[in-house]
């Protein structure tokens, strides 16, 4: 809470630290969003102004859904999944994932929230640059919860680099996983 009268968040959700939910940033989300569900389940995802987004399915019924997490949770209800997904098994170890464009944060946040929902027992940590500024972000995935810091920010300096670094058990999948939805290539760091 906020302290002035009960209500408000004092802290931002951790998609809102990653990018403003701002109309065009919750439309990318539920692009994104609805590009990464399997196709079968038969959900649309879209914004609904600035107050989140709507999950419908094909006879009609809509849940709102304020943030990422309540989406995805609606929709593993409904029995939905992430297209083409497959267990985070394997070493602990760490894997860098290139994007030569800069990477998109509205996506890179659906996709952390549907590794979230989807395996809820999985524990990485995702070291992102901000190509919209010169800060980098750390993004912790933790029985099936999301937090983002800012760990870096350069103020007025250079861009950092647009490498993220994947660290966790199951590392070399989750890598595989972003590059499938965000068109990066794995690269095993030394």
């Known amino acids: 809470m906020c302290g002035a009268c009960g209500a408000g968040r004092s802290v931002p959700r951790w998609e809102d630290i990653l990018a403003p939910p701002t109309r065009s940033?919750?439309?990318a989300r539920a692009a994104?969003?609805?590009r990464l569900l399997d196709g079968g389940c038969g959900l649309r995802v879209r914004s609904w102004l600035s107050a989140g987004y709507l999950l419908s399915?094909?006879?009609g019924r809509t849940t709102h859904a304020a943030d990422l997490d309540?989406?995805?949770r609606a929709a593993g209800e409904r029995g939905a999944r992430p297209k083409d997904w497959r267990p985070l098994r394997g070493a602990d170890t760490t894997v860098s994932v290139e994007a030569p464009g800069g990477?998109?944060?509205a996506t890179a946040a659906v996709w952390f929230a549907a590794v979230a929902r989807s395996q809820p027992d999985t524990s990485l940590e995702i070291t992102l640059p901000d190509p919209g500024g010169a800060r980098t972000l750390l993004v912790t995935i933790d029985s099936g919860a999301v937090g983002a810091v800012v760990v870096t920010d350069f103020g007025?300096?250079?861009?950092?680099e647009a490498t993220a670094v994947v660290s966790g058990a199951g590392a070399v999948v989750a890598?595989?996983?972003l590059e499938k939805f965000g068109g990066r290539r794995p690269r095993?760091?030394?």
Do not use: E
């Not at 007025?156 to 950092?160: L, R």
């Open 25 to 27: 940033v919750l439309a």
């Open 32 to 34: 994104s969003t609805d």
């Open 57 to 59: 399915d094909r006879v």
């Open 70 to 72: 309540t989406l995805w």
């Open 103 to 105: 990477w998109d944060l």
């Open 156 to 160: 007025d300096g250079p861009p950092p």
């Open 175 to 177: 890598a595989r996983h």
């Open 188 to 190: 095993r760091r030394a």
